[in-house]
């Protein structure tokens, strides 16, 4: 059986969180928090599960973080910035950190101002579709959580499969979409710069909330909550 993993980003970009409002940056921290799935919890526990036995650490492996997680944390993190500080802040993080913006005048005019504006553009695109999905996946664990059917957890597998999907559509459109050098230069900052602030967590064994749910608890023993 496959093991399913929750993404935690260790660190919100400093580049963007220091331009932007304290509102703002939790914001941020809580779209991360929904990826993580229903049984993240803020703060503390955040981080005691990210210590969990088999944990990968894009710090120590970025080539075990699957490029999917990579991209998505990528769009969480630049879209639905409405404000100009916020714009201008993804922009900037954007030029500094992934090295896209306008070239300098004695390289060669192939990495535009336009390799930016594709990876906002994508990740808007991304978090106006994937937003209809996490919206059908919070209905349903509003209504059968903490006791789900079985249709009800295949329901949402569904669900996750399409989000994967999206994903995957929408950062491969986005390398055609770039300059050679810009797609070159954003591959190169999800393999060495956003997998290097990911961890993955193993998910827990059993269903979150119930009566005698423990994180990692296999199915079947004692304490598990089915």
């Keep these: 059986m496959r093991v399913k993993f929750f993404a935690f980003l260790l660190l919100i970009i ?7 409002s304290t509102p703002t940056s939790r914001s941020t921290a809580e779209k991360v928090r929904q990826d993580a799935g229903p049984s993240a919890a803020p703060g503390p526990m955040a981080v005691q599960a990210a210590n969990l036995p088999g944990t990968i650490d894009g710090a120590a492996h970025p080539e075990m973080i699957p490029d999917r997680t ?26 500094t950190n992934a090295g896209l913006g306008r070239a300098e005048a004695h390289r060669p005019f192939d990495n535009t101002d336009a390799d930016i504006e594709a990876v906002i553009a994508a990740a808007e695109e991304f978090n106006e579709k994937v937003t209809v999905l ?8 509003d209504r059968a959580w903490p006791n789900p059917a079985a249709a009800d957890l295949e ?10 999907a999206l994903i995957d559509g929408v950062s491969a459109s986005l390398l055609q979409r770039l300059s050679p050098g810009g797609a070159a230069k954003l591959v190169r900052h999800i393999n060495q710069y956003v997998k290097r602030r990911v961890k993955l967590t193993p998910e827990p064994a059993t269903l979150p909330g119930g009566a005698g749910w423990q994180p990692g608890t296999p199915p ?6 089915h």
Excluded: C
């Design 220 to 225: 079947g023993t004692p304490g598990s909550h």
């Design 70 to 95: 990579a991209y998505l944390m990528l769009f969480r993190l630049i879209a639905n910035r409405r404000g100009e500080a916020e714009q201008r802040s993804i922009r900037s993080y954007l030029r």
């Design 155 to 164: 329901q949402l597998s569904v669900l996750q499969r399409q989000k994967e």
């Design 134 to 141: 996490d919206g059908k996946a919070a209905a349903i664990k």
């Design 14 to 20: 400093a580049a963007v969180l220091t331009a932007l």
